[in-house]
């Protein structure tokens, strides 16, 4: 990575018009024009879904059909965001691997704090598992082709949303990815002090506010809410990444080092001066673009596919995509 590009990302961050911790539904407003104001790729398809009654899209590449579904969850500190939000990053993740996204608009905080969001990612897996027909493994008891992604708060989501599928005794993924994940809202990792003059994005007393917003009366220390708390036992092969440059550089250390003391197979994977998040900005970042490509390393390992090769996803081949319930009127961005 060039200094030209890390200070062109950090100045885009610290300039930005994002106030984190500012009028919650101002800075939805915000959020959203900043992630959706360019348009996707022409080759980009969205269709709108319904699992077990949530919202969702379905994001793939037209003219290829996926082998493999990645359940995605959004960021945005439980508050801001939408499927849309994520849609770039989840097509960019769906073009290298070869697999189609399907990305859940869970309900947000404040206006539906805890357990809302977990219980409608829980509701769009049961459906998701209930529609993967040949790609579920009874014998096996997990979900051969399939892998759970989250990004910032979505992937403390993604993690909690593990945990409580295992003790609902519902099948496992093949895999988990989590980017920069948000999963301590004690806000107790040390990165959140020592990390702040470095962090272009986020301040502790920021995320403080939107913690509160999630949390209503449940505790931060409550497993579900904060995996980094969690018994992470049983769960799937995990490929955790972050950027050194970030006050939540602590959540994925202890997840990961949670995770593995759980004898869970984990790759912490911290890339150095780097923000949180930094892989949405491959296209401007070379560090982006090399940690997508461990991404599409590891999910080619972990779906058992042989067809990913160096340069990405797969063309278009037969058989692997598991219809959805209830699919909707196809639409491109």
Excluded: C
């Excluded at 493999?68 to 960021?75: E, K, M, V, Y």
């Excluded at 962090?199 to 209503?216: C, E, H, N, W």
Aim: charged share 20%.
């Amino acid at each position: 990575m060039s200094k030209e590009q890390r200070d062109a990302l950090d100045t885009l961050f610290r300039t930005g018009p994002l106030d984190i911790g500012g009028d919650h539904l101002t800075q939805r407003e915000v959020f959203t024009r900043m992630l959706t104001s360019r348009p996707l790729p022409d080759d980009v398809v969205v269709e709108p879904r319904t699992l077990g009654g949530i919202p969702a899209l379905e994001i793939g590449i037209d003219g290829v059909t996926p082998d493999g579904t990645l359940l995605w969850f959004h960021g945005g500190f439980y508050v801001l965001g939408s499927a849309r939000t994520s849609a770039a990053l989840a097509a960019n993740v769906a073009r290298r691997t070869g697999t189609r996204v399907v990305s859940v608009d869970y309900r947000l905080a404040p206006e539906h704090p805890y357990p809302a969001a977990l219980d409608d990612a829980l509701a769009a897996y049961r459906a998701l598992l209930d529609a993967a027909g040949g790609g579920f493994s009874r014998s096996a008891g997990r979900w051969a082709t399939g892998a759970v992604v989250g990004e910032s708060a979505g992937a403390g989501l993604a993690a909690a949303m593990l945990v409580a599928a295992r003790d609902q005794g519902l099948p496992m993924p093949a895999a988990g990815v989590l980017f920069s994940p948000y999963a301590d809202l004690s806000l107790s990792g040390a990165s959140m002090t020592a990390k702040a003059a470095v962090d272009p994005s986020f301040t502790a007393a920021a995320i403080a506010v939107r913690a509160k917003d999630y949390l209503g009366p449940a505790d931060a220390s409550d497993p579900l809410v904060s995996p980094v708390f969690a018994d992470l036992r049983g769960l799937p092969p995990l490929l955790v990444q972050a950027g050194s440059h970030e006050v939540l550089l602590d959540d994925a250390v202890r997840l990961a080092s949670r995770a593995a003391a759980d004898d869970v197979p984990v790759t912490l994977d911290v890339t150095p001066g780097v923000p949180h998040l930094f892989q949405a900005f491959a296209a401007m970042l070379d560090e982006g673009d090399a940690a997508l490509r461990r991404v599409t390393d590891f999910l080619a390992r972990t779906l058992g596919s042989t067809a990913l090769g160096p340069g990405g996803g797969r063309g278009p081949r037969s058989g692997g995509k598991h219809p959805l319930p209830e699919g909707g009127r196809h639409h491109r961005r």
